[in-house]
Every structure is written in structure tokens, then in C-alpha cells.
């Protein structure tokens, strides 16, 4: 039995992941008395424990036996002596998201884990709860969630607007009202213009083993046609595709624009950009004024020769994202996944909450009432 008296509000953080609410937490200016934890991902617990030597780690969810005073997991037994303030989680996604091949939604071994965040959310009645999935999962899916989830209807957010990344998911947020929840509207968060070259690590400092070409690299142009670079500064808020790898179109193949978002972070996923897609990156950073914290050595706009198929690209190398710039892209300090591989640290980083966006929805709620 482990006895926390902290100060602080008390978190059970359910698919706890690499603790990114616990950093959201923070972010927020929330003080953390007690921080309970669910996850059985090794490396996941890794990274926590790293980052946050304090948290309680409590086991598998479908282990979790939760009483008016206790937290029970198997042999670990964790007095937390008073009410929850708060359950999170981002129950997984894999059943649920269009990614997947005939998906089975929530009669999935894996996505039907959500119905743990139910059961957990009815046995402990927390102050409050947020619950993060995909946007991108049928409507039935929705429905049975929110039907679940005392009929709390879910806000979409897209991480583009407070990070360079493409990342739309689903957020259902309740506060409690006597043995019912009500709805926290939870607005948007305001646009802050990230595109990624704002976060690029600066050229010297990217492993070469991350490029998948050379320079003037000639690709097959999408869309049908050549894209102009005037063009793209109109489209900067969204993914900007210019091309692909040895005309295959499949998403681990597809070659994107550093002038606009990220293709979304996935913990699985193959191909040449498999789990951060493939960019055309400038071999000089050109930063931005906006966030010069990221921002390398400024260069000129990249030459581009136009036809009517193809776009070619000089003094560009084609390659993945790093670990530290995922690790920016969900809005988390650098080196924060450093300890194991890379590819665990890819996996961990895509099936993560992006940070900022968890920052914003807790601006929202109220623990000291």
C-alpha cells in the first residue's frame, strides 16, 4: 500500500501512455497531489517514469478495481483516501480509425477498451473526465460512445491549430453533477499559424539515415499537375502534398511540403515515412520569426523547374521527421521519449495526446469547486 498527503488535485490517467496529460497538467498551471497511472506498454512506463518519478503506476485497465478509498491492480493496492479530480485517457483507436482495413469499431479487442473508461469513470465518479479518440471513426461508433458517456456530446479539435501537425480527434468532456455528468463546452483553441518548418531541427543536427533521396530529386507532382510555390503559402494550414516516391501513391510513399502541417502521427504504419511521412525539407532551415525557439539559418525559397507533370526540387532532401520533432509536433519538450529506440519512441509519440491540445480543454475546468 503507497500513502500520498500531497497538495493537489488527484489524477487517474487511464492509457496513460508516455504521461502527456501529466505534462498538459503542468502546462496548465494545475498542482498534482497524487498522479495514479494505467498502462502496460513497457517503454510507455519508460518515459513516465523518467520524465515523472512520482507516478503511481497501477497496471492493466481491465486489472483496475476501484472502491471508494482504493485503487486495486493485482498485488498493488493504492490507497488515494478521497475522491478523483480527474480520469483521462485516449482509449485506443486501431478498431475505430478509416487507417484500418475492415475496422470492427468497438467490438474490437482493442478499441473496445473504451468500455474500461466507462466502468472505471461509473465505479470511482471523478470530478471530471476527458476522453480523446479519432475523428475519423463511423457514426455509430460516436453514438454508442456518447450513449455510454451519460449522452455528453464530443468537441473536435485539430492539434493544427496550436501545433504543425494534422491531428483531428474527439474529445468528450464531462463534469460531475451529483451521480450524472453534464457537457463542458469546450471552445477551440485560437490558431497559432505552426507550420513545420517553425519546428525542423536545424540541418547539421538530423541523422542522415533519416533521408530517403538526394538532392534534385525529381518526383511525380499530385493533383495532376505541377504546384507552384505561390501557391502553397494560401494552403499553409493544411497538409501540402508535392509528390511521391517511385510513383507509389500509398500513404508511406507520399512526399509533403514543409510550408504546410504534418500528416498525422501514427504508432504504426510502413513505407519510406512510415509513422511521420515523408518531407521535402530545405537543406538550410528557414525557421520563423513566429517561433524562434525552433527556428535554424534562414534560406531562400526553394528553385523549383516546372512541367506539366512533374516538379523538381533543388537543394532539398526527402526524408522522415526525428524523434525531436515529433516530439514538438505533440507539443512535448525535446528529448522527452530519449532513453529508449527510436523506433519505440515513434510508436510512443503517435499514440500520444498532443499536449497543447489537453492544455487548452483543462482551461476549462474548475478543480477548486
Request: net charge positive; glycine share 10%; aromatic share 8%.
Amino acid at each position: 500500500m503507497r500513502l500520498c498527503d500531497c497538495g493537489g488535485i488527484t489524477v487517474l490517467s487511464l492509457f496513460d501512455g508516455i504521461s502527456c496529460a501529466r505534462v498538459a497538467l503542468d502546462r496548465a498551471g494545475v498542482k498534482v497531489g497524487r498522479y495514479f497511472a494505467s498502462e502496460i506498454n513497457k517503454y510507455a512506463i519508460q518515459v513516465a517514469h523518467k520524465n515523472y518519478p512520482d507516478t503511481i503506476h497501477v497496471g492493466d485497465v481491465q486489472k483496475l478495481r476501484c472502491e471508494e478509498s482504493f485503487l486495486m491492480a493485482g498485488e498493488c493496492d493504492v490507497q488515494h483516501s478521497g475522491e478523483i479530480d480527474l480520469v483521462i485517457g485516449g482509449s485506443p483507436c486501431q478498431d475505430l480509425s478509416i487507417a484500418k482495413t475492415n475496422r470492427v469499431g468497438l467490438q474490437g479487442e482493442r478499441s473496445g477498451l473504451f468500455y474500461e473508461f466507462v466502468r472505471v469513470v461509473r465505479e470511482l465518479k471523478p470530478k471530471y473526465f476527458i476522453l480523446e479518440n479519432v475523428n475519423s471513426m463511423p457514426k455509430e461508433a460516436k453514438i454508442e460512445i456518447s450513449r455510454n458517456l451519460f449522452g455528453i456530446e464530443p468537441v473536435m479539435i485539430n492539434a493544427s491549430l496550436v501545433s504543425a501537425q494534422n491531428r483531428k480527434r474527439l474529445f468528450w468532456v464531462g463534469r460531475r453533477v451529483g451521480d450524472e455528468y453534464e457537457w463542458v463546452m469546450v471552445g477551440q483553441p485560437d490558431d497559432r499559424g505552426i507550420v513545420l518548418n517553425d519546428i525542423l531541427q536545424a540541418p547539421g543536427e538530423v541523422d542522415s539515415r533519416m533521408t530517403v533521396g538526394g538532392k534534385a530529386y525529381v518526383l511525380t507532382a499530385s493533383y495532376g499537375g505541377a504546384i507552384a510555390w505561390n501557391s502553397i503559402a494560401k494552403k499553409q494550414r493544411k497538409m501540402v502534398r508535392v509528390g511521391n516516391i517511385d510513383g507509389n501513391n500509398s500513404q508511406g510513399y507520399r512526399i509533403y511540403s514543409t510550408e504546410g502541417k504534418s500528416v498525422t502521427l501514427s504508432g504504426n504504419g510502413g513505407g519510406k515515412g512510415s509513422k511521420t511521412g515523408v518531407y521535402a525539407v530545405a537543406l538550410r532551415n528557414r525557421g520563423s520569426d513566429k517561433n524562434p525557439e525552433f527556428g535554424g539559418e534562414k534560406a531562400n525559397a526553394l528553385t523549383t523547374v516546372q512541367t506539366d507533370s512533374m516538379v523538381a526540387f533543388d537543394d532539398t532532401v526527402y526524408r522522415k521527421l526525428t524523434p525531436i520533432e515529433c516530439e514538438r509536433l505533440q507539443g512535448l519538450p525535446d528529448n522527452y521519449t530519449d532513453g529508449i529506440s527510436n523506433t519505440q519512441r515513434y510508436k510512443v509519440l503517435g499514440n500520444a495526446f498532443n499536449v497543447d491540445v489537453i492544455t487548452h480543454i483543462l482551461g476549462y475546468l474548475n478543480f477548486n469547486n
